[in-house]
């Protein structure tokens, strides 16, 4: 891997799955290979680069051009995003995924969107043009494989409660209408953000979805008794947070996914603990965080990717427990 570090301004030996990279450092980039990169403020807690690596070593395997592919992390303050775009570009980053907080931010840089990352109102993934860049949301597509995956719930099979109105919820909610979802069921803390997830929903909404709104204080009695139930709030990154809403009191027979998923300090959330308690199928945000990972590099590379080494490469960064890789 240190083989593959930009020879300068990288020191060498730096290993481009540790090392964060700077604005500073692109106006010199002389990586001879394939450079692809993460972008995000923070972002060195990412472990895109452990995955992404992890799986271009498998790749490689068998076709020897992506030897010369490696992956990078870049901090990117945000007001600095339009002035860098272009150095990537002109580097030819073949391909950028993006991280917070620049998932909205970028879309006035781009040459083309694709019309569901349009309507995501979001993009996760960047794809090297002549003209630019074009831009991808591939968050949508990894929760939906996750939960079909496991906890066993595609979103197509029966209603969603989906708690949360901001990005993630938000891709999450217009991949819950491209599967054509029964019902979907939204829940927020704040009622004018998800009135305006809900107006944006309705416009794109193809019968026979059935589209409702709630507080996360205020549980309607006529929420569906068996559903899948997918936290895209933010409580439960700190160890200390609640559950967004009480599980037990709801009284139906739930399957549970948690966009957040356990690492280094985060033990895994209460949510997911309530949900395990109650004989839930549950289940963890680490398997969206690969399976939105591996369509990128598909989407990069054209070839077929190994979830596998990503999954292993990604369980290894995090050092998940034994016995709770893939279960919340
Ligand atoms: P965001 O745009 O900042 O939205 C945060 C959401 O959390 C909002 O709905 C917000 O509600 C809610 N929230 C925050 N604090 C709350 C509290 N104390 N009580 C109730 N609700 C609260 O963040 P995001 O980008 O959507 O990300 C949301 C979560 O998804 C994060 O934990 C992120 O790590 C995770 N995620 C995981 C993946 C993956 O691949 N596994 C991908 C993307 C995101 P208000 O509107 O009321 O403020």
Redesign the pocket.
Known sequence: MNSKSPTDPAPAGADPEQRVFEPEHLRHWSFQGTSLAVLGHPVRHSISPAMHNAALARMARTDPRFHKWCYFKFDIPPDQLPEVLPLFHQHRFRGINLT?PH?TEVLPLLSQIDPDARRMGAVNTLVWTPDGYEGYNT?GY??STATAEEPGFPLSSGPVIL?????????AAVQCLLNSCPELWLG???PE??DSLYRDLVTIRKPPTRLETFG?KDLPHDLPGRALIV???????SPE?PA?VDLASLRGDYSVYD???PGPGRPETALLREARRLGFPAAH??S??IH?GARSLEIWSGGSVSVDAMRQAAERALAVPEGKKRRG
Do not use: C, E, V
């Not at 708690?163 to 891709?171: E, S």
């Open positions: 917070i998932k968050d990894g929760l708690l949360g109105a901001g990005g993630a919820a938000r891709a927020n803390r704040n953000r998800l996360l936290n895209a709030t933010s409580l439960g990154l947070d967004p966009m957040i998923y945000g680490l969206m965080l939105q």
